[in-house]
């Protein structure tokens, strides 16, 4: 089986979560199921070679294109994307698009994200204090959104797939 891993920053596992998860998963797919995975991504980070797989870095405004090429010339049957920050969110149409032009290939939406935040308070003392504060003011706005919005975010998401 061919996995494409979709990342907003190509994998170094010591960067973050979802850098860690998509490590992990890659390598158990490749060594205990002899799966081949490769990494496209929208930005490029310092890191080791990825070992799974051929890499690929998505052109802004070429995604759709460049990923129906990448399902096609790779023979991709699963299409997994880590995260859920503005990119990855922005690319699942075209994910979607691109993994309908090879049939039989399945498209993934993995949500990464803080343990229990759907269910936290976002208007907490913690994050306005933190944002009246200048404390990283646009990941906790995002966070803030993310928090009022949750409700509605299934329905968005279901929107995407749909269409």
């Known amino acids: 089986?061919?996995?494409?891993?979709?990342?907003?920053?190509?994998?170094?596992?010591?960067i973050g979560g979802v850098e860690r998860s998509t490590e992990t998963l890659a390598s158990a797919f490749a060594k205990y199921y002899g799966h081949k995975c490769h990494s496209a991504y929208t930005?490029?980070?310092?890191?080791?070679?990825?070992?799974?797989?051929?890499?690929?870095?998505?052109?802004?405004?070429?995604?759709?294109?460049?990923l129906s090429k990448i399902?096609?010339?790779?023979?991709?049957?699963?299409?997994?994307?880590?995260?859920?920050?503005?990119?990855?969110?922005?690319?699942?149409?075209?994910?979607?698009i691109a993994t309908n032009t090879k049939k039989g290939c399945r498209f993934v939406f993995s949500f990464r994200g803080m343990p229990g935040f759907e269910i936290a308070n976002p208007l907490s003392k913690v994050v306005l204090f933190r944002i009246l504060h200048g404390q990283r003011i646009i990941y906790n706005t995002e966070n803030l959104l993310i928090g009022l919005l949750n409700p509605l975010l299934p329905n968005v998401l279901l929107r995407f797939f749909e269409e």
């Open 71 to 96: 399902i096609q010339d790779t023979n991709i049957d699963v299409v997994i994307t880590q995260g859920s920050d503005n990119v990855i969110t922005r690319l699942v149409k075209d994910i979607r």
């Open 1 to 14: 089986m061919n996995i494409l891993f979709v990342t907003n920053k190509n994998i170094n596992p010591t």
């Open 43 to 66: 930005q490029r980070v310092e890191a080791e070679p990825w070992p799974y797989g051929e890499e690929f870095l998505l052109t802004k405004g070429c995604e759709s294109n460049l």
